[in-house]
């Protein structure tokens, strides 16, 4: 069904029947057809939105196909592996939030302060590149002997743990699961 929805797609933009909104309905048409392909009202990745995140090359790529000898080859191709980017990014985003409710699950039982829950927000939401005492200082807006507490806390009840080799450098990361 994804060539179809490809084609209905470019052919739409192509007619451009409106004004205004072209783009729009054209995106709307696409994640309809992909509805009704995939045979559920669910669906947990959107065309439209990847689209929306590959925007120069949507742009860029439905330009030449449509002022060129119209074969429409490259924008199917395109297409599809857009198509494609959109269940990865799904399934990525999926695996995140099961990996959290997976830790709030094995971590249901552990009381933490509103801070600590900050912090946990913040490391099971991706964060870059080291976490240590200073940056969450600086984040929670607190003395970095407060930030300590909270960290050491979490590293007593098995939630963090330390990296690096210590002092300045000694960076914290969630626990592996066990």
Not at 132 to 148: L, N, V
């Amino acid at each position: 069904m994804g060539p179809y929805t490809a084609l209905a797609h470019f052919w739409f933009v192509t007619i451009h029947p409106f004004d205004d909104g072209n783009g729009r309905i054209a995106r709307a048409i696409a994640d309809l057809q992909l509805a009704r392909a995939d045979g559920s009202g669910q669906r947990c990745y959107s065309m439209s939105a990847q689209i929306q995140a590959e925007r120069q090359a949507y742009y860029d790529l439905l330009e030449a196909s449509q002022r060129g000898p119209l074969d429409v080859t490259p924008w199917l191709a395109w297409f599809l592996g857009c198509l494609g980017r959109a269940l990865q990014a799904a399934e990525q985003t999926l695996a995140q939030v099961l990996a959290k409710a997976r830790f709030r699950e094995r971590h249901q039982p552990t009381p933490f302060t509103e801070r600590q829950q900050q912090l946990l927000t913040r490391l099971l939401d991706g964060f870059e590149g080291k976490f240590t005492t200073a940056k969450w200082a600086r984040m929670a807006h607190c003395s970095q002997d407060t930030a300590g507490r909270d960290i050491a806390d979490l590293v007593a009840k098995g939630v963090l743990v330390h990296e690096g080799a210590g002092g300045r450098s000694t960076s914290y990361r969630l626990a592996p699961e066990a």
